[in-house]
């Protein structure tokens, strides 16, 4: 009972780290059956190939290109998804400029009051866990998710009883 507060408070926390992470999931995975359909297997799917000659497992300038250059509509809510084994390539991306200039880098870190902001050719960049592995499709994704749609049905409840295991000295 001492502890009571403090576990409670971090069984909270912990919970809904936890239950945020299988909702992102399933935005990005779903199945769709009994599930939400998530982006990965949804029919609206596009898929950028990777440039003829282009080694497996790695990221060049023409795909992030190509891949905004299917967007169809310009929307302030556009969003790159990686995977943490892609930024080590997008660090070395950057716009090809011949001979005379700057190198100028497509993948930008910022750091702004203890966070870290990046960006991927001024569009916001989130490393998340469930992004495909380098070299798989989803490894980068490019997302507009005002085009996808969620409904919640209200907050989550909790309930606590000390009746349901009295003989042992426990709560529920």
Not at 9 to 30: S, T
Not at 86 to 98: D, E, S, Y
Not at 105 to 116: A, E, I, R, S
Not at 118 to 143: H, R, S, Y
Request: charged share 15%; net charge negative; with cysteine.
């Amino acid at each position: 009972m001492n502890n009571v507060t403090f576990l409670g408070q971090e069984m909270r926390q912990l919970f809904a780290e936890e239950f945020a992470f299988k909702c992102q999931d399933l935005v990005i995975n779903g199945t769709g059956a009994g599930e939400p359909l998530g982006i990965l297997n949804a029919g609206c799917l596009i898929s950028q190939a990777k440039e003829t000659g282009q080694a497996a497992a790695t990221v060049v300038f023409e795909n992030i290109i190509k891949m905004e250059s299917r967007i169809w509509r310009e929307s302030p809510g556009l969003v790159y998804l990686v995977n943490r084994e892609v930024k080590p390539q997008l660090a070395q991306l950057h716009m090809p400029i011949g001979t005379g200039g700057t190198v100028v880098p497509l993948y930008q870190q910022t750091y702004d009051m203890g966070k870290t902001r990046a960006t991927l050719n001024g569009i916001p960049c989130v490393t998340i866990e469930q992004a495909a592995a380098l070299g798989t499709v989803g490894d980068i994704m490019l997302c507009d998710f005002s085009q996808y749609i969620t409904a919640n049905r209200g907050g989550v409840d909790e309930a606590m009883s000390i009746h349901v295991y009295f003989l042992y000295d426990q709560q529920a």
